[in-house]
């Protein structure tokens, strides 16, 4: 059973930086692909960051090309988002996920059906 625990959100400033964590309880946490979502008041759950399960392989949203890096230490079963230079805009619950799959081509790791898995979410605020 996988079990994701997210932590690091809370209140910044424009233009800040913020690491989010995710802690996953399985087995099987260095043979799982990881993302992590977005969902702000309003709008749909967003793709934000996918990385595969050795790390080599890392995509990204268009909006936050170049100021987020989504990493992984397999040792502690744990995958991060650092988020650098916030905008408002970047405000939202930001969800991690786990794919019992490894590696994923571009056009799958964007969407929620291909995670199996999901964090409860953690609140990013980034004020103006």
């Known amino acids: 059973q996988v079990q994701l625990v997210e932590s690091g959100g809370g209140l910044v400033q424009a233009g800040d930086s913020l690491r989010l964590s995710c802690a996953d309880s399985?087995?099987?946490?260095?043979?799982?692909?990881m993302g992590w979502f977005r969902q702000a008041p309003g709008k749909e759950r967003e793709f934000v960051a996918y990385?595969?399960?050795?790390?080599?392989?890392?995509y990204y949203a268009d909006s936050v090309k170049g100021r987020f890096t989504i990493s992984r230490d397999n040792a502690k079963n744990t995958v991060y988002l650092q988020m650098n230079s916030l905008k408002p805009e970047d405000t939202a619950v930001y969800y991690c996920?786990?794919?019992?799959?490894?590696?994923?081509?571009?056009?799958?790791?964007?969407?929620?059906?291909?995670?199996?898995?999901w964090g409860q979410g953690t609140q990013v605020t980034v004020s103006s």
């Open positions: 990385i595969n399960y050795s790390g080599y392989n890392t």
């Open positions: 399985g087995r099987t946490f260095s043979r799982n692909a």
């Open positions: 996920a786990a794919s019992n799959t490894g590696a994923h081509v571009r056009m799958q790791v964007t969407t929620t059906r291909t995670y199996d898995y």
